[in-house]
């Protein structure tokens, strides 16, 4: 991967800590920082990040240069790849590691535990990412290219930043010091864009493997590039596929249109069904396990800078949709949603046409949920409208999705939430926010199920960054600010143990 | 091309004319046949097709594994292909023949005018073929395949049986008697699957070139194996495609589901719009020119065997669809449809899972038409019901189809209907049953237009042979029953025609 020299010098511009939080001081008028032990650590780490920023956006491109698609089965191999290379890059750092078999794509597990006596923290990333519609990319997908401060490329943001940053905080301390401050531990997933399906019961056969104390999950954002955040909630999800079959084959629309039912038809027909007017499910007892947000929560939200028309900028969009009578971040984080995410029927290749009458039409669902609702129980409400409402001459067949993320709440009145919550204010010069996410992370439950801690998110892709869509992209810039942003995390993190214990 | 030698017997077991006829006269227990003159001279032509068999089916294959599908620009070699490999064939046999420009795929001319003092017969076929959705073929569509007795290719039936069968007939009067009974000329379309966009102009700016006294269709079908048939009705139709989009881009279905619109949704509920309850399209004045069947037309249906089930079993249907208070074959043939022809939107590749709300969602739409209904009308008319019903957030772009075939009838008391009644009674042993299509050719109403004659059809179709579907065939039988009704035809012709001049 040659990196064009004016890019890599851009990247490589060596701003020092104090620089960094001096100038985010200023900007955002925060009491000045203090002379602390940890901030005079830092310099060394920040001196070694700088001296390594080429090597490290060298890595960086590697691995997002592999196409880790977890769930096309064509990419398996690309997959354990991705693995193999996390793998050897731990072990290179003088790291314990290993590839977990998990019956589907491999887990990752790394381990540095020579801090005895010290508190253990575990961090959690995804190294598989989402299929790609490669015609919408301005170039190939797993053909990562620096552009403008950018790393284009599928993966970029989600997650492969947070694999990266995280080992090259590692890097940072076993480079530096020859040590970490606290035992680590990492967990990276290869199953994340799939639904984690096999995360839960790796988790459970090996539970002492990623004992810990503490739990980061590095597969997080923040809420702009300005504003850090902490995530207070997540939402869970299910997703289904059904085809409609109103023949056995596509039928001449001349010879037999008239008489024949359309299977697009049918389809469009049952898709407009489970809508209300008013942009809500249709779907009976859909909202029956949504418990009503809190006053903290509709609070939180109330605080938060939101501009809508930031936000339909970004996409293009010309209308904000949804149940007006609650705020559109509520809707976001505190409300369930049933989206089309594929539809297909008929003849539809750009080029040529074809007169038929399809026989069979494809549609797949995600929801998001939220509170006590299941993703079983929500497909099965799903399944339910669906054949209450088939068309004549429609019959249909369901491909229930198996991976299912559980909704999940954090806490912030918690001394791991407050560790974070230093970090972020430390880098950034100011305190984080509390968001909510729309988004689903079934990994995070695992963590909290089987080791009892909760996965605070300390993660820096930016909303903007086109996750799962065409041309997504990370900041070079968030790659230090995240080392940083760690590196702090860990030293702040072993301090206050420290101080805790005497 | 190798053909198997089991399969290429059962193509060559030769019966000779008068055991056909003798047979379905028994079968149908018409009348005994006379001793006609045709008919004596005819057994030299039956002689000829039954020997050439074997090289007739080879020709066959051969033009049947060009793929010259003319809605896709990569595949126009290929439809000049087949225009070139009919021309050769056409000029092997004596006649003159070229492919004229048309600003899009060529048309091929070809003509025998030794017949001085005779009329002119025009047949009318089109070479070129629909696209194929390669998956559910049980063959490579254009590596056609003799199996149990039928051609299996893209184009077997639709229409490069006009093609053959009419090249067939002429090379067997013309390698039998060294003449044709008539002057015969051929006008083979190369555009007809993409709505003949350019027949009509290059129609008109040839006159002379296809001037001729009668004309017949190629391109149709029998009702069934054993019941010839003559079409009285063809449907027009119109095409159009639309794109719905409500993002620039796809966007996280967690990351904004709950405030933003969804393309697969929107356009599902703008299909669904289209129709009313009954199965009627809601498009307002969509109906407003169709002149209901007269009596003649409701009392033609009301005689043909119309078997709902035979129908529904063909398709693997379940229901029969439409509008009750019609006949099934009433709204076949006499009312115009709304079918919607592909639809996609989001990921829907067979494998992977994207978590998006997809930004745009495309559907074409193919209209049949009749009576006074025109294309551009009913094209305006959707385009007004689409932008009314237009959900919040979406926008819409056209694509409107720029090839429209008018609806037509033709005339039963007319001697060019007789001629061609004559033949099949004589090849059938029964008389054709009058029949309408659902299907459109526009063709035939511009061969009206600009040379004042009417293309009665006579093809060997049949309606199981999954017209424009996959796994498309025509039977080997047909062939030579086809070979032999365009022979009669022909002679038939001459001798009723120098009858009259005498």
């Known amino acids: 991967m040659t990196i064009s020299k004016k890019l890599a010098l851009s990247f490589f511009v060596s701003l020092n800590l104090l620089t960094i939080t001096n100038s985010i001081a200023q900007k955002t008028k925060s009491k000045t920082s203090k002379k602390e032990p940890v901030k005079s650590t830092l310099l060394s780490y920040e001196k070694y990040i700088d001296e390594n920023n080429d090597a490290h956006l060298k890595e960086y491109l590697e691995l997002v240069s592999i196409p880790s ?80 401060g950018k790393i284009f490329g599928r993966g970029s943001s989600d997650d492969k930043s947070g694999v990266m940053i995280s080992l090259f905080a590692i890097e940072t301390f076993l480079k530096t010091d020859g040590k970490l401050p606290v035992n680590v531990k990492v967990i990276f997933e290869g199953e994340e864009e799939m ?208 991976g299912f993320a559980k909704p999940m709440k954090f806490l912030d009145d918690t001394k791991e939430y407050r560790y974070v919550a230093a970090a972020l204010n430390e880098i950034y010069g100011k305190q984080p926010i509390q968001i909510g996410t729309g988004g689903s992370i079934g990994s995070l439950v695992s963590i909290k199920e089987n080791l009892g801690i909760y996965a605070y998110s300390l993660g820096f892709e930016l909303p903007d960054e086109r996750w799962h869509s065409a041309n997504e992209f990370f900041r070079i810039s968030s790659i230090r600010k995240g080392i940083l942003t760690y590196c702090y995390y860990l030293q702040h993190l072993a301090d206050e143990e420290s101080k805790l214990k005497k």
């Open 195 to 402: 639904g984690s399906l096999n995360f839960n019961s790796t988790l459970e056969k090996n539970k002492d493997l990623f004992k810990a104390d503490f739990a980061l999950n590095a597969d997080g954002d923040m809420y702009n590039e300005a504003t850090p955040s902490i995530l207070m909630s997540l939402r869970g999800s299910a997703t289904m596929e059904f085809n409609i079959k109103t023949a056995n084959t596509d039928a001449h629309s001349g010879q037999f249109g008239g008489k024949t039912p359309n299977s697009a038809v049918a389809m469009s027909q049952i898709i407009a069904s489970l809508f209300t007017k008013e942009g809500n499910v249709a779907v009976e007892g859909f909202y029956d396990k949504v418990i009503p947000a809190t006053l903290k929560e509709k609070e939180m939200i109330r605080k938060i800078p939101y501009d809508k028309t930031e936000d339909m900028h970004l996409l293009g969009t010309t209308a904000e949709v949804g149940d007006a009578t609650f705020l559109p971040l509520e809707r976001l984080w505190n409300r369930p949603t049933l989206e089309i995410i594929g539809l297909q029927s008929g003849y539809t290749a750009p080029e040529g046409h074809s007169n038929i009458i399809p026989g069979s039409a494809m549609a797949r669902i995600t929801c998001r949920l939220v509170s006590n609702q299941t993703g079983p129980e929500i497909n099965a409400l799903i399944v339910k409208h669906i054949n209450k409402n088939l068309p004549a001459g429609a019959t249909v067949t369901y491909k229930l999705g198996q």
């Open 69 to 148: 698609i977890s769930s096309i089965p064509e990419h398996k191999a690309d997959v354990a790849k991705a693995a193999d290379w996390i793998v050897s890059k731990l072990k290179s750092l003088g790291m314990t590691a290993q590839t977990l078999p998990t019956g589907g794509h491999p887990m990752v597990s790394g381990s540095w535990d020579k801090a005895v006596g010290k508190p253990t923290v575990l961090i959690y990333a995804h190294y598989d990412v989402q299929p790609v519609k490669e015609s919408e990319w301005n170039i190939p997908p797993f053909s990562p290219k620096v552009m403008d």
